[in-house]
C-alpha cells in the first residue's frame, strides 16, 4: 500500500533545496508570510496515493472533493474532533490562494517561497507546478519562484505532506499490515514508532514569500575567539547574482549602537577591543550581548542589506570541563518539546514567551533541542536571553540495523548540513547533538556514527559534538560514544529499572556516571532522568506516578550530581520541562509522558519548586565561587534571588 509513497519520496529526495539566511525583511529584502487559514484534505485512499493518481495540485482542492479549513502554521492531529485524522498516516493535502504585491512585479528582484518547517515528506506546487520536494520535519527548504507567480491574478500553492516513518526516515518507524486480516476492517494497518512523542505531523512553522535584490547575499558565516580582552570575529559572506566586481560595506556595531570594527572583504577578520562577551545569563535582569554584523553589498547596478546577531564567544572541553569563555560551564538544564495544547508542534509565540519565562523563573540555563532542530525564532531568544542549547538533529529511536542503512546515512549527513548551515552562527549553540539513544550496541553503530561526527566536524570545527547515549548500557558494549566529545546519558533508575525501588538510585547512578567517565576520559552530562508524575496525585510514603515521588527521584540523583560535581560531571538535565502527547499505549495514562516538572498547560508540580531552589542555589554558590576563584561560571549576573 505504501509502495507509491515510497517511490515518491524517492524520486524527490534529490530535489533538497538549499536554505541559508533566516528569513526576514531588511532595507533590500520584503517579507509576505502566507500563514493563516488553509484549505486541507487527508488523502484516505487505500493507497493513499489518489491526490498523486488524480493530480489534486493541478486544481483547486475543493474541486478534488470535501475539504476543511486548517490553521498554518499547526500540527492538523489535535484540530478536529476527527479521531481518523488525529492517528492519520499518509499524504495530506494544503492549499493557499495569494496575491502577491503588485510592486514585486516591476522590480528587478529575485522571489522565494520558504517553508520553515513541515513534516515530514513534502511536495509544493505553485500554480499546479512542482516548486520544491524536501525529505524531514524541523528544518527549512525553499524554491525561487520569480517567474512561476501570477501578478494581477490569485495565485494557488499546494503542499502535500506524508508523516509516514520508515526504517529510513528520521526518526524511523515501520509500518505493520496484520496477520489475519479477517480479524480487521478493510485497509488496516499500524504504523509503529520507535519513540515514544507524538508524530504530529503538517506545516509547523511559517511560511514565507520573500525577495532579494538579484545581486544577494546568500550566506553569512561567523566564527568568534577571544584573545585577552579582545573578541575577534572572523566572518566570511556567500553572495549570488553578481553582474561585476562586488563592494563589500561590513560594519560591526555594539549593543548601544556604536560602530566598532569595520571591512571591506568578502570574508576577514574584526577585532573588537575590550570585548563584552556572550555570556549564559538566564537569571540576570541584563539580556545577553550581542553584537550586530550588518553587511552591505553592491556591485554598480545592484545592492543588498542583511545583519546578524553575533555573539563573542569560544566553547572548549577538556577531559573533565566544558568551558565557555575558558570558564567551566554547569549545565542545569531540561529536555523539551515543542509540544503544546492543539497546536501539537506548530510554532506559537504565547508559548514560546511563556517557555522562556518559566526557564527564568525555574533558573534553567541550558537546554537540548531534544529530539529535533527547534524554530528559528526559539534560537534567537535563547541569544538574546543567554540560554545555551544542545541543537539537536532528528536522529532519535535508531534501533534496528535498517536504521544505520546507508539510505539513512545519506539523510543523516543532509541532517546535519541542513541543521548546521541554519545555526551555525547562534552564540547560544554551544553543543550539536547527532542522535538520541540509537542502539549502540549494534557493530553496524561504530561506522554510521563515525561518518556522522566526522562529517558534523567537518560543518563546524568549532563546537564540540556529542551523541545522547541511552545509559543504562554498560560502556564497554557501546560502539559509538567514542565519537563524540562529551559523554550525555539519559538513565531511569527506579522507574524503568528497579520501578518503586529510590534506594537503588545513589548506587545505581554513581556507579555508572563513574563508569562512563573512567572508560571515555569525558566530561559527562546526565541528559535524561526523571519520573512520570500525575499531577495533584499525592501518596506518602511516596509511589510512583506521585508528585512525591518525583521529588524524591530528583532528590537521590541531586546527591550523586552533587558528588560528581567537582570530579568530571558537568551538567544535569531533567527529563522534561513539560508534560508531553504521545502515542496511544496502555502504559500512558491519556496519551501523556507526565515526566513533565509542568504540566502541558505549563503549571508547576511540587517538583517545580524543588529544582528552582536546587539550581537557583547551585547559580548563586557558583557565582561567588566564580567572583572568588573563577572555579565553576554559570551566570553572569550579581546577584540572584533564592526561591
Ligand atoms: C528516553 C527518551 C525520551 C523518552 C524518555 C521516557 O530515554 O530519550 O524521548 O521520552 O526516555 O520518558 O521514556
Not at 546577531?309 to 572548549?316: D, N, S
Request: some cysteine.
Amino acid at each position: 500500500m505504501f509502495t507509491q509513497t515510497l517511490i515518491h519520496l524517492l524520486i524527490f529526495y534529490v530535489l533538497k533545496s538549499d536554505c541559508m539566511l533566516y528569513t526576514k525583511g531588511t532595507e533590500s529584502r520584503e517579507v509576505r508570510e502566507l500563514g493563516g487559514i488553509w484549505q486541507f484534505r487527508a488523502d484516505t485512499s487505500d493507497g493513499r496515493n489518489l491526490g498523486f493518481e488524480k493530480q489534486w495540485y493541478t486544481r483547486p482542492l475543493a474541486m478534488t472533493g470535501d475539504v476543511i479549513d486548517m490553521p498554518v502554521p499547526s500540527s492538523f492531529n489535535d484540530i478536529t474532533q476527527d479521531r481518523m485524522l488525529r492517528d492519520f498516516v499518509g499524504w495530506v493535502w494544503y492549499e493557499k490562494n495569494f496575491f502577491p504585491p503588485r510592486t514585486w512585479k516591476t522590480a528587478k528582484q529575485r522571489i522565494f517561497l520558504k517553508f520553515e518547517s513541515a513534516h515530514y515528506n513534502s511536495i509544493v506546487w505553485l500554480n499546479g507546478k512542482q516548486v520544491a520536494a524536501h525529505e524531514g520535519g524541523h528544518l527549512p527548504f525553499q524554491a525561487e519562484v520569480t517567474h512561476l507567480l501570477n501578478f494581477g491574478y490569485s495565485n494557488r500553492l499546494t503542499a502535500a505532506i506524508n508523516n509516514t516513518l520508515t526504517p529510513y526516515t528520521l526518526p524511523p518507524g515501520t509500518i505493520t499490515y496484520p496477520k489475519h486480516q479477517s480479524h480487521y476492517p478493510k485497509g488496516y494497518f499500524v504504523q509503529n514508532f520507535q519513540t515514544d512523542f507524538f508524530n504530529y505531523a503538517g506545516i509547523h512553522r511559517p511560511v514565507k514569500l520573500y525577495t532579494t535584490p538579484m545581486l544577494y547575499i546568500s550566506d553569512i558565516t561567523v566564527v568568534t575567539k577571544i584573545s585577552g580582552t579582545t573578541g575577534i570575529v572572523n566572518y566570511n559572506i556567500r553572495v549570488e547574482g553578481a553582474s561585476s566586481p562586488v563592494t563589500y560595506t561590513i560594519r560591526l556595531f555594539d549593543a548601544e549602537g556604536m560602530k566598532v570594527a569595520v571591512g571591506q572583504k568578502a570574508s576577514g577578520q574584526l577585532n573588537v577591543s575590550n570585548a563584552h562577551l556572550w555570556w549564559p545569563c538566564t537569571m540576570s535582569e541584563h539580556p545577553a550581548y550581542l553584537y550586530t554584523l550588518k553587511v552591505k553589498i553592491e556591485d554598480g547596478s545592484d545592492e543588498d542589506m542583511y545583519d546578524v546577531a553575533v555573539g563573542i564567544r569560544t566553547v572548549e572541553v577538556t577531559k573533565t570541563k566544558f568551558l565557555i569563555n575558558g570558564k567551566p560551564f554547569y549545565f542545569l538544564g531540561v529536555g523539551k518539546h515543542e509540544d503544546a495544547d492543539i497546536r501539537g508542534k506548530g510554532l506559537d509565540y504565547p508559548t514560546m514567551i511563556k517557555d522562556l519565562n518559566l526557564m527564568k523563573w525555574l533558573g534553567i540555563n541550558s537546554f537540548r533541542t531534544s529530539h529535533y532542530p527547534y524554530a528559528e525564532e526559539i534560537m534567537d531568544l535563547c541569544d538574546r536571553h543567554g540560554i545555551v542549547v544542545i541543537d539537536e538533529s532528528t536522529a532519535v529511536g535508531m534501533k534496528t540495523v535498517d536504521n544505520f542503512s546507508d539510505t539513512t546515512l545519506q539523510h543523516h549527513l543532509a541532517v546535519m548540513e541542513e541543521l548546521v548551515t541554519r545555526d551555525k552562527n547562534h552564540p547560544s549553540v554551544v553543543m550539536w547533538s547527532v542522535a538520541n539513544e540509537p542502539n549502540a550496541t549494534l557493530v553496524e553503530a561504530g561506522a554510521y556514527f563515525k561518518r556522522v561526527v566526522d562529517y558534523t566536524r567537518t560543518l563546524d570545527g568549532t563546537r564540540p559534538v556529542t551523541l545522547v547515549t541511552g545509559g543504562n548500557l554498560k560502556p564497554e558494549f557501546d560502539n559509538a560514544a567514542m565519537y563524540g566529545d562529551v559523554i550525555c546519558l539519559n538513565t531511569y533508575f527506579s522507574w524503568y529499572g528497579n520501578p518503586g525501588r529510590l534506594e537503588v538510585i545513589q548506587y545505581q547512578a554513581s556507579t555508572n556516571l563513574r563508569a562512563w567517565f573512567e572508560k571515555f576520559q569525558r566530561p559527562v552530562i546526565q541528559a535524561e532522568y526523571g519520573s512520570d508524575a500525575l499531577p495533584g496525585l499525592h501518596t506518602d510514603p511516596p509511589m510512583m506516578f506521585s508528585e512525591e515521588y518525583q521529588i524524591d527521584l530528583l532528590t537521590e540523583y541531586f546527591k550523586v550530581f552533587d558528588e560528581v560535581r567537582s570530579e568530571f560531571f558537568v551538567g544535569e538535565m531533567i527529563w522534561n520541562f513539560a508534560d508531553f502527547s504521545t502515542a496511544q499505549t496502555n502504559a500512558l495514562i491519556g496519551a501523556r509522558n507526565m515526566k513533565g516538572i509542568l504540566t502541558r498547560q505549563r503549571q508547576p508540580k511540587s517538583a517545580a519548586r524543588i529544582i528552582k531552589k536546587r539550581y537557583y542555589q547551585i547559580g548563586n554558590t557558583t557565582v561567588q565561587t566564580h567572583n572568588k576563584e573563577s572555579k565553576i561560571y554559570i551566570f553572569s549576573i550579581k546577584s540572584i534571588p533564592v526561591a
